[in-house]
T-cell receptor, first 109, second 114 residues
Framework: GIQVEQSPPDLILQEGANSTLRCNFS?????LQWFHQNPWGQLINLFY???GTKQNGRLSATTVATERYSLLYISSSQTTDSGVYFC???????????FGRGTSLIVHP | DSGVTQTPKHLITATGQRVTLRCSPR?????VYWYQQSLDQGLQFLIQ???????AKGNILERFSAQQFPDLHSELNLSSLELGDSALYFC?????????????FGAGTRLSVL
C-alpha cells in the first residue's frame, strides 16, 4: 500500500514564527487531508487537498500530486497551534486512508 | 463541531471486562471508520463499515468487534480487556464513495484499563 512520511517529526517555535510541514507519499493520491490533533486529543480537519493550494487564515496547504508531496504552512504561529499535525492519503481503489506518523509542534509564548 | 458524535468521552474499567463504544456519523455519511491511538502512537486503522456492511479490516484484534446498524450508527465492542488496550479510540465518518471522500473525526473515547 501507499507509504506516507512526514517531516520534521518534531518542531519547536517561538510565537510569531512561520513553519512548513511536509508530507511525502509513495503513490499517486486521489485524496489527501491534513489534520491537527490539539493537546486535548481532538482531531480537527484542516484541509482536503489532493492537488493545488488552499488557504484558511494563517494556514495554507499545497499539494504537488505529480511530485508526490504536500506542504502545510503555518504563519505567525500562536500557542494554540501546538499539537500534532497529521496528513492522510488515499490512493487507487483503496477506501482506507494511510496516516503519516505526524509532526509534533510546540509553540512557546 | 465535526458532526460525528462519540460516547462515552471517558471510560475507566478493569482488566477482563467488556465495553462498548458508540459512534453516530455525520448526517448523510454512509461510512464509519474506527481507529485506535495509543500513547505517543499514530492512528491505527481498525475497521470500516459502509451502509451497514463491513468494507475493510485493519489490525483489529479478535477480542474486538464492531457493527453498523440500519440507522448508520456504529458500535465497537472491546472484550477481555488488557492493560495494553488503554488508548484513545476514534470514530470517523465519510460519504464513503471513491471520489471526494473527506473524513471527519469524532472527539474520541479515552479508555483506561486498570
Amino acid at each position: 500500500g501507499i507509504q506516507v512520511e512526514q517531516s520534521p517529526p518534531d518542531l519547536i517555535l517561538q510565537e510569531g514564527a512561520n513553519s512548513t510541514l511536509r508530507c511525502n507519499f509513495s503513490d499517486s493520491v486521489n485524496n489527501l487531508q491534513w489534520f491537527h490533533q490539539n493537546p486535548w486529543g481532538q482531531l480537527i480537519n484542516l484541509f482536503y487537498i489532493p492537488s493545488g493550494t488552499k488557504q484558511n487564515g494563517r494556514l495554507s496547504a499545497t499539494t504537488v500530486a505529480t511530485e508526490r508531496y504536500s506542504l502545510l504552512y503555518i504563519s505567525s504561529s500562536q500557542t494554540t497551534d501546538s499539537g500534532v499535525y497529521f496528513c492522510a492519503a488515499l490512493s487507487g481503489g483503496s477506501y482506507i486512508p494511510t496516516f503519516g506518523r505526524g509532526t509534533s509542534l510546540i509553540v512557546h509564548p | 463541531d465535526s458532526g460525528v458524535t462519540q460516547t462515552p468521552k471517558h471510560l475507566i474499567t478493569a482488566t477482563g471486562q467488556r465495553v462498548t463504544l458508540r459512534c453516530s456519523p455525520r448526517s448523510g455519511d454512509l461510512s464509519v471508520y474506527w481507529y485506535q491511538q495509543s500513547l505517543d502512537q499514530g492512528l491505527q486503522f481498525l475497521i470500516q463499515y459502509y451502509n451497514g456492511e463491513e468494507r475493510a479490516k485493519g489490525n483489529i484484534l479478535e477480542r474486538f468487534s464492531a457493527q453498523q446498524f440500519p440507522d448508520l450508527h456504529s458500535e465497537l465492542n472491546l472484550s477481555s480487556l488488557e492493560l495494553g488496550d488503554s488508548a484513545l479510540y476514534f470514530c470517523a465518518s465519510s460519504p464513503g464513495g471513491l471520489g471526494k471522500n473527506i473524513q471527519y473525526f469524532g472527539a474520541g473515547t479515552r479508555l483506561s484499563v486498570l
